[in-house]
């Protein structure tokens, strides 16, 4: 199954303003943060919180995710009492160090779909790496399991771990970017880039996350509803790129018919290498197509 991430926003579960803001937001998946976003002390009431909202079905059609506490945490099994029908996606994977990790996580999703009668492997894995550890473990992360759809990048906490700075350069994000797109990438994955945290800045955000898309990104985690258009379009295909895309289909088919491999567009080499590149671009044009018709749907429904 492929899935459309571009936009991930970070929801606080005890914070029913935000809750309901995100009932309408343009978002891709809304996470349902239990972990860093809530304080300790509102842990309870953010399940409290949460539980209502997911058994009223106001969120049912949408790519649901929750940030569950890390393994060996008392609101880790709490956590995942929240997961009662197939409206919840998966979990993300906080403070995860290595291949271990990932196969306890499975193993606890194993026993709710037992629990809950779902169907087996429905629950995702989205590993966060947010751990000098963990991109050392990078690869065996990806492949430790089946139920794996998303690497998502957590910048801070990495900073942190390596005793970073948090006004560093960007390239300093560089090494953990790339060893992240590649090993996703490698195992049919969706790498998922950190948060970008001046939260106003428009161009910044645009630029930063430009980079990120040519590097392999396909989207980005948010903290704030303001990114979301930005989002959405920096890791959505331009008009001009289907275009090219487009052209460069048709003529490598064409040419293809006629024993030729490579040609010429513009002035530019064009060989199977681009060809590969541009089918990627109508694949990914034409998953929003489909997820912005039901997510149309969606709300025509909620209006009835």
Not at 53 to 72: A, E, K, T
Not at 145 to 171: M, Q, T, W
Not at 244 to 256: L, Y
Request: hydrophobic share 40%; with cysteine; proline share 5%.
């Amino acid at each position: 199954m492929a899935y459309l991430l571009r936009s991930m926003l970070f929801v606080p579960a005890y914070n029913e303003k935000y809750i309901k803001k995100a009932i309408e937001c343009d978002t891709d998946a809304i996470i349902f943060d239990m972990e860093d976003g809530v304080p300790k002390e509102k842990r309870k009431e953010a399940r409290i919180i949460l539980k209502k909202y997911l058994d009223s079905g106001i969120f049912r059609g949408r790519q649901i995710v929750l940030r569950v506490n890390p393994l060996q945490t008392d609101d880790l099994p709490e956590d995942l009492k929240l997961i009662s029908d197939d409206q919840i996606m998966g979990i993300i994977t906080p403070k995860i160090s290595d291949a271990g990790n990932i196969k306890a996580f499975e193993a606890l999703l194993d026993f709710v779909e037992h629990r809950e009668g779902l169907k087996s492997g429905s629950l995702k894995l989205l590993p966060l790496i947010e751990k000098a550890q963990a991109v050392i473990n990078i690869d065996s992360i990806a492949s430790a399991s089946k139920r794996n759809i998303a690497l998502l990048f957590g910048g801070e906490d990495y900073l942190d771990s390596v005793s970073g700075k948090n006004n560093c350069p960007r390239h300093l994000f560089d090494m953990p970017r790339t060893m992240i797109v590649m090993a996703a990438r490698t195992h049919g994955l969706l790498p998922i880039d950190t948060p970008f945290l001046d939260l106003k800045n428009e161009q910044a955000f645009m630029a930063e996350e430009s980079q990120s898309c040519a590097m392999g990104f396909h989207g980005c985690l948010i903290v704030n509803p303001i990114q979301l258009p930005w989002c959405n379009r920096v890791f959505s295909p331009s008009a001009e790129e289907i275009s090219h895309a487009k052209e460069i289909i048709e003529t490598v088919e064409r040419i293809q018919i006629q024993g030729a491999n490579e040609t010429v567009i513009n002035g530019k080499m064009v060989g199977p290498p681009m060809y590969k590149r541009a089918l990627k671009v109508m694949e990914l044009e034409k998953l929003i197509r489909e997820y912005e018709a039901i997510q149309t749907q969606r709300k025509e429904r909620k209006s009835i």
